[in-house]
């Protein structure tokens, strides 16, 4: 799920900018709940807390440069020098702080009252760059399946379903085809291998006539078909 938090001690700007933020998510046909949450921090240490249990809570920060103790920028300055990894946008009616805030790497600096079609631009990218992209979302009637790309090595197609192999083992079904997956699928790493395979090449250890070797102990097919452009698309993969 792309978690989102929302810092400002202005409750009813919170309140507002809570569903401005829902609006854009709603834009990508996202669901509150399901496919991304909106916590709201009116002041900063609940915040800091979170983000110190696990670093990797939020995906986005919205954040006014007056916020907090001292204020925003020492506060997001102090998470970028912890580790945590997430896109920053700050949100303020304090232009002054725009120079001060380039060392926290922010996406953008944002005034308020907010153009909500700038911020819906912003937070639609952050989504599909650093959450979609790195993501496989299935949906099947009332069934909502979250895959990291990182963690399919394999995807199949067999007996009118779709398997995704995992690296860990096990598999994971959907009851789809796998024409309507593959244009989900990364093409820089996921390579048409068969008739019925797409494969990971990112745990590709070897490929060999007719057969792909992965880091898991698995071996995935490799058809008289495909295996010419399979091997092409591995040794460009290499080089990257």
Avoid at 88 to 95: G, Q
Avoid at 184 to 192: D, S, T
Wanted: a positive charge; charged letters at 25%; one cysteine or more.
């Amino acid at each position: 799920m792309y978690r989102i938090a929302i810092g400002d001690d202005d409750l009813q700007f919170l309140k507002d900018f809570k569903a401005i933020v829902s609006r854009c998510m709603e834009a990508e046909h996202l669901r509150l709940g399901e496919d991304y949450a909106i916590d709201c921090y009116p002041s900063a240490p609940p915040l800091m807390s979170a983000l110190k249990a696990r670093k990797d809570r939020y995906q986005l920060i919205l954040l006014d440069v007056r916020f907090g103790p001292d204020n925003g920028l020492t506060m997001a300055a102090t998470l970028r020098e912890s580790g945590a990894a997430f896109s920053l946008i700050y949100v303020t009616n304090h232009r002054d702080y725009v120079f001060n805030s380039f060392d926290t790497r922010p996406l953008h600096y944002l005034l308020k009252p907010v153009n909500e079609e700038k911020l819906s631009e912003l937070v639609r990218e952050d989504y599909r760059r650093r959450y979609q992209d790195v993501r496989l979302y299935l949906k099947s009637g009332a069934r909502h399946t979250s895959l990291a790309f990182q963690n399919i090595v394999a995807v199949e197609a067999a007996l009118h379903r779709v398997f995704l192999h995992l690296r860990d083992g096990t598999s994971a079904e959907w009851n789809g085809t796998l024409k309507e997956l593959a244009p989900q699928l990364p093409g820089w790493c996921f390579c048409r291998c068969h008739n019925s395979y797409f494969v990971n090449l990112a745990h590709v250890t070897e490929m060999v006539r007719y057969e792909a070797r992965l880091d898991n102990g698995k071996n995935i097919p490799i058809s008289k078909r495909y295996y010419k452009p399979a091997i092409e698309h591995y040794i460009a993969f290499l080089k990257i």
